[in-house]
């Protein structure tokens, strides 16, 4: 398995985490941001080949075995190698057997250390975190394109973003009291059960949080845009409606059918 440098490329390296636990997802993928790299979030392995077929840069994919889909880990391994022969794939299990795995693909253990998980995916030791404490965004997004774009885009504004695929992942984030989270942004119309719901949740059980709801994919991205307006720590100007062209595209690139 080959994977880019980061001195070669001269940018970071794109790692798409691909497990269907939103706490542990999270856990490595905040993790992988403080050494600098560039961190995309796929629930399932579905999604995950939606994101690598859409053309958006990605080194690396590091998936979970065993998820709800059409497919599990190693079925997305299979698939990528054929489809996407450059992306290299690591699957982590902590229910499926290693000889029962493919010799080929590499392969870490659950539970693992993230420290273990770095040395795998060949993190560079001089990306380091910033050392400041960054406003922490959880954004509620079901489609993989729409939110990977939001997400960058608002870490660029200087957010930390968590990032959960669904209402139900983002009650699980939320439901931990010692969770950082200063706001909440969420589309209205959820796959589970709708923005206001959740809304109506938060301002019960943690109303020190802040929501912001979204109807429309113009909406979401004009939000996202006012946040970055008035977050102290941007020191350059992003315009919004190019963030929104940007996810129109990767929208309509998207394969026919491919929901």
Same mark, same amino acid.
């Given at each position: 398995m080959v994977i880019p440098s980061v001195a070669e490329d001269l940018r970071p390296l794109h790692i798409l985490v691909v497990d269907d636990d939103p706490l542990l997802r999270a856990f490595l993928a905040d993790d992988l941001r403080d050494e600098g790299m560039t961190v995309i979030e796929a629930s399932n392995a579905d999604e995950a080949l939606t994101y690598c077929q859409s053309n958006a840069p990605v080194d690396l994919v590091f998936t979970d075995v065993q998820m709800p889909g059409s497919m599990d880990g190693i079925g997305l391994a299979h698939r990528l190698s054929k489809t996407e022969p450059g992306i290299p794939v690591i699957v982590t299990s902590g229910a499926v057997p290693v000889d029962s795995l493919v010799p080929e693909i590499p392969f870490i253990a659950k539970p693992y250390a993230v420290?273990?998980?770095?040395? %795998?995916?060949?993190?560079?030791? #001089?990306? *380091?975190a910033t050392g400041h404490r960054m406003t922490s965004l959880l954004l509620v997004e079901a489609d993989i394109l729409v939110r990977?774009? %939001?997400?960058?885009?608002?870490? #660029?504004? *200087?957010?930390?973003?968590i990032e959960a695929t669904s209402i139900a992942e983002a009650r699980m984030f939320l439901a931990d009291v010692n969770a950082s989270i200063d706001l909440v942004l969420a589309e209205i119309g959820g796959t589970d059960e709708d923005g206001f719901a959740l809304a109506s949740w938060i301002r019960k059980e943690r109303p020190a949080i802040d929501v912001i709801l979204a109807g429309t994919l113009e909406t979401a991205t004009k939000k996202a845009g006012d946040l970055c307006e008035?977050?102290?720590?941007?020191?350059?100007?992003?315009?919004?409606?190019?963030?929104?062209?940007?996810?129109?595209?990767?929208?309509?690139?998207?394969?026919?059918?491919?929901?």
């Open positions: 420290k273990d998980a770095r040395t %795998l995916i060949f993190l560079d030791p #001089e990306f *380091g990977a774009a %939001l997400a960058a885009y608002l870490r #660029e504004c *200087g957010f930390r973003v008035s977050e102290p720590s941007v020191t350059k100007p992003y315009d919004h409606q190019l963030v929104l062209d940007r996810i129109r595209r990767a929208v309509a690139g998207r394969e026919p059918g491919r929901k």
